[in-house]
């Protein structure tokens, strides 16, 4: 059984859409250093396929349908959660939709209230049902992107919400302190089914790794080290931060 290190032995850790992309990938790596990983997404189907191939991997894994819109199936992660491991150590909030490219001003009233409910406020109301078991030293992380920092025709109102997470990160740190450190991974541009249009676009992908400086698109496994590191002991004076994974491509406010 492959083993990465050790940081998050007897730690438990929910990883919010985690069947496939950076989430699995985050999920993956912190089970491969220790932890028991809850995952979780929308399809049952993906849920089964992705609890397999990280059990093959020989980590310690329950694997839960949590639609993250749905009160109900965010109660049950943290309840089936406590069930099973006794406690929460770690919470990675990674669930995010982009359903329009439209303008921020062409964009209709349901698509902007569906961008902040999955990719804000759901954050918010799962981390509510988790707090009461956040453990002394326990750590949030949730998963921003590039795009937070500088809003992108096409990925506008997206990134918009992205840039909230950055405030939410410094907010909740605050209320959260001492006990549970919280921070942010803003990714750069990875390859998944989210980014489809990385792997369909061969000029949009080009130009994309050539704003980086290292001249390349990122992978599942960077955010998972990024991801691992700010959850784990070795960040444990680094609370309210955001980590950009970005490959060097400009993104400061
Ligand atoms: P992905 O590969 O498409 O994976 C998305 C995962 O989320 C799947 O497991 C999916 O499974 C699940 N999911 C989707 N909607 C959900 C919902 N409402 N509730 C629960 N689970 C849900 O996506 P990704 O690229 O890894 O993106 C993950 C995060 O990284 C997002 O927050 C995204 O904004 C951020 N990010 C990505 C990039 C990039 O270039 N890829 C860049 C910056 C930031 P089901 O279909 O079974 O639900």
């Not at 979780?40 to 397999?52: G, H, I, L, M, Y």
């Not at 406690?87 to 902007?112: F, H, M, R």
């Not at 992107?145 to 992205?162: D, E, N």
Request: net charge positive; hydrophobic share 45%; proline share 3%.
């Amino acid at each position: 059984m492959e083993k990465i290190g050790k940081r998050f032995d007897g730690k438990v850790a929910i990883v919010t859409a985690s069947t496939q992309g950076i989430g699995f990938g985050i999920a993956e790596r912190l089970g491969l250093e220790g932890a028991a990983v809850v995952i979780s997404s929308r399809r049952q189907k993906n849920v089964d396929e992705a609890v397999k191939k990280l059990k093959d991997r020989g980590i310690e894994v329950i694997g839960l349908v949590c639609h993250v819109s749905n009160a109900q199936h965010r109660k049950d992660l943290i309840k089936n959660t406590i069930e099973k491991y006794g406690k929460l150590d770690v919470v990675v909030c990674n669930a995010a939709a982009n359903p329009a490219v439209d303008g921020i001003l062409e964009t209709k009233e349901s698509v902007l209230d569906k961008l902040w409910e999955i990719n804000v406020k759901t954050s918010i109301l799962l981390l509510q049902e988790a707090a009461p078991h956040l453990q002394k030293g326990s750590s949030v992380v949730f998963v921003s992107s590039i795009a937070g920092f500088q809003p992108p025709k096409g990925l506008a109102m997206y990134g918009v919400t992205k840039t909230a997470l950055l405030g939410l990160t410094k907010a909740l740190a605050a209320e959260l302190a001492p006990d549970t450190r919280v921070n942010c991974v803003a990714p750069g541009f990875v390859p998944t089914h989210f980014a489809s249009f990385l792997t369909t676009n061969e000029q949009m992908k080009k130009s994309l790794e050539e704003k980086t400086l290292l001249n390349r698109l990122g992978t599942t496994q960077d955010m998972a080290a990024a991801a691992a590191y700010l959850a784990s002991d070795d960040a444990s004076y680094v609370t309210g931060e955001t980590l950009v994974v970005a490959g060097g491509m400009p993104s400061r406010l």
